[in-house]
């Protein structure tokens, strides 16, 4: 297992007490990430809450088998007590205190260095918004913190090969006409579908990859009523058009919906 990683860390409360999360991004001394997580703790201090991100970072690193961990953290106070300089006079956190020590003792070397918010943007921001965070959001920026730039340039060479593969497609075609997602409308009260036919979905973005494909091309496109399930539920389709013509794609889910009249139709609403 290789050794020599840091632990970038911080906690924040919003009240103080309030509201509270940590951060915890674990990077190899060259700076790739290697892992990032946090979690929302409810109420606590913002001294609370740095050492929960404390013993976040030292229980991944006992877990993962690492014998060094250099820690990295903004706050002052936690860097210094740790460090045997400062007392703990406060008995909310003389138990989180003890358990970093004794996490530190079973992990071998853990060092600290206190750094300045700048260098701890990452951890910090995450931690001191993640409790009033859509679950989502989280994942989309721990997923995003992740890339690294050969990650970004790789993608970005993909997206070029894909580009050019659909305008030789659409040189041979004047639109698509494709489903907009593969599920029907689910309940207001479900943030988003977990499973499609019995087989569970990874994250929260697979309902939608029809449209998210679409998107990625840069292809402009118009989402239309198209009709209704057996239920009486909404469904709608995507037409697709040809690069910079957006007017065609306009004019076509015009003709469509006036041909139809689908989009005159409403259902009833449902009343509890």
Known sequence: MTDGLVAYIDGGARGNPGP?????????SDGTLVEEFGE????????????????AA??????????????????LLLVQQMLGRFKVKHPGLQPLHAKARLLAHEIGRVT?????????????????????MQQ???????????LTPRDIGRAEKLRSVLWERVRRFMERYDLLVLPTVAVQPFPVEQR??????GKALANYTQWFFLTY???????????????FTRDGLPVGIQIVGRRREDLAVLQVGHAFEQATGVGRTRPPIAIA
Do not use: C, K, M
Request: charged share 20%.
């Open 213 to 227: 494909a679409i998107s990625v091309t840069g292809l402009p496109v118009i989402s239309v009523p198209a009709g």
């Open 40 to 55: 929302a703790i409810g109420t606590a201090t913002n001294n609370v809450a740095e050492y929960r991100g404390l013993l």
């Open 112 to 132: 600290f260095e206190h750094v300045g918010r700048a260098h701890n943007a990452h951890a910090d921001r995450l931690a001191e918004w993640r409790a009033e």
């Open 58 to 75: 030292l229980e991944w690193a006992r877990a993962h088998g690492h014998r060094q961990l250099h820690v990295r953290s903004d706050s």
């Open 192 to 197: 988003y579908p977990t499973e499609l036919n």
């Open 20 to 28: 509270a999360g940590y951060g915890v991004r674990v990077e190899q």
């Open 136 to 146: 989502g959001l989280v994942w989309n920026i721990e997923q995003g913190l992740g």
